[in-house]
């Protein structure tokens, strides 16, 4: 990356060397978050208990809910401003920016002031139990207030990753997740705030780190490439049209999972804070696996955009490949881990003894789980780098629509198996992605598509 500007030409150097180089900043970054993730289940495990896990779950996964509507909109300008800079088109980046900017502040409004609206019903509707509603409730609201922010950081976030800058958002997490922690060991620990002091210490920390990374930005506004003047949040009509079109369904892809993976919960909720304490431990651990995983989609789309950009297929291959082999070997790894030692890793979160039977049960299918990230990684990073929107969207229903809940009740209900159905039918449905990326890769028509760019 040059002294001048935050931009870094991906189309060029060794694939792998590259593809390594670029993913290390967001292989930290995530290996922060989630340890951040982890700790704060631990802390409210421990200081709150299996009530508390279920409250706390609950509420994130309805938090998440629109979160992932606002990482569909980012993951689109990622997108656009990667194959931008492939082409090296720095007008189309700036006038993207701005729009992609204008653009997540609306959504960030509307999801905002729905969430407020709708946070009772939702709570209902995936059947919280009773003794955790209160928590739950109080955790949700807190989250929201916290929204826009969220979105606005995540925003920034992406924007630097399509630009091939992949250390600033690794700093800004950094922050953002040892503030959180730090937090939420003061607030829940000798403040004794409960879950509305674990749901302030990550509003609070994500709200500052927003801050800390727009002054940053702002005062290297040259080196960014964006001016942050007002006229230059402008939405331009055919910028936000691009954005639009590929945001949306990615939008709906991780909504439909989203939903999947909520409606899925409903039926464990309703077995009972144990279950559910389970279902959020297990979802956390599980979480483990995205460290590299989703480093490496997540670093490969924008390699893959500027390759397919400027043509360069036989890259954008090596990019796929590679994904996928370091994937493959970190998920095997942290499998083995998680079958040989099931209790100890529960038991870190909660020593309730019923979950500690249920993490034995839970081990094996959170193998499967961690294989079937593995599996998407290098899909993800091919559909959604080269912006075939409406195949990232019909893949995200396959997903969470059909397969998930389908198999989930099959397993859950019709076959009898109860929780382990419910956790077995969405560990297969993570399978998709793969399924469908590779079929879609050898069908060959992926390399006559015209890029974003060229359609704006």
């Not at 905002?112 to 709708?118: N, R, V």
């Not at 691009?242 to 949306?248: A, K, N, P, Q």
């Not at 389908?406 to 560990?427: D, E, N, Q, V, Y």
Request: charged share 10%; aromatic share 12%.
């Amino acid at each position: 990356m040059s002294k001048e500007t935050l931009s870094r030409d991906l189309t060029v150097g060794k694939p792998f060397a590259q593809l390594v180089t670029f993913s290390i900043p967001f292989v930290i970054s995530n290996l922060l978050q989630q340890a951040y993730s982890l700790a704060d289940m631990a802390i409210v495990g421990q200081f709150i208990g299996s009530k508390g896990l279920a409250a706390a779950n609950a509420g994130s996964e309805i938090a998440m809910f629109y979160l992932f509507l606002c990482m569909g909109f980012s993951a689109a300008g990622q997108i656009i401003i990667a194959q931008n800079v492939g082409v090296g088109n720095t007008r189309g980046v700036s006038r993207t920016i701005g729009t992609l900017f204008s653009i997540q502040a609306i959504i960030g409004l509307i999801c905002c002031t729905t969430a407020f609206i709708l946070c009772d019903g939702f709570l209902d509707l995936i059947n919280v139990p009773e003794e955790a509603m209160a928590d739950a409730r109080i955790y949700s609201l807190v989250l929201y207030a916290g929204m826009i922010p969220v979105f606005g950081y995540n925003t920034i976030s992406a924007i630097l990753r399509g630009m091939g800058d992949s250390k600033h958002p690794m700093i800004f997490i950094a922050f953002s997740a040892s503030l959180n922690v730090v937090l939420d060991l003061l607030f829940v620990g000798p403040l004794k705030m409960g879950c509305f002091g674990a749901a302030l210490a990550t509003s609070l920390s994500q709200t500052i780190a927003f801050i800390v990374s727009t002054i940053f930005l702002i005062r290297r506004k040259e080196a960014f490439g964006f001016d942050f003047k007002l006229r230059s949040f402008a939405v331009d009509k055919a910028i936000a049209k691009s954005i639009l079109s590929l945001g949306t369904p990615l939008t709906l892809q991780n909504a439909a999972i989203s939903l999947s993976i909520i409606y899925v919960n409903s039926y464990i909720n309703a077995m009972g804070v144990a279950a559910a304490a389970a279902t959020a431990v297990g979802s956390k651990v599980t979480l483990l696996a995205t460290i590299c995983t989703q480093a490496f989609y997540t670093a490969g789309s924008s390699i893959v955009a500027q390759n397919f950009a400027a043509g360069k297929h036989k890259r954008v291959t090596q990019t796929i490949v590679y994904t996928g082999i370091i994937s493959i070997a970190y998920c095997g790894i942290i499998s083995i881990i998680l079958v040989l030692f099931p209790e100890f890793i529960f038991g870190i979160f909660d020593r309730n003894p019923e979950v500690l039977a249920l993490s034995h049960v839970y081990a094996p299918i959170g193998a499967i789980n961690f294989m079937g990230f593995a599996s998407r990684a290098p899909a993800i990073c091919f559909i959604n780098g080269i912006g075939n929107s409406k195949l990232a969207f019909a893949t995200g229903v396959a997903d969470g629509i059909v397969a998930r809940i389908s198999l989930s009740l099959l397993f859950g209900i019709t076959m009898g198996m109860g929780i382990r159905g419910f956790w077995m039918g969405s560990a297969i449905a993570g399978y998709m992605f793969a399924v469908v990326g590779l079929v879609y890769y050898f069908m060959g028509t992926w390399r006559h598509r015209k890029t974003l760019v060229a359609e704006q």
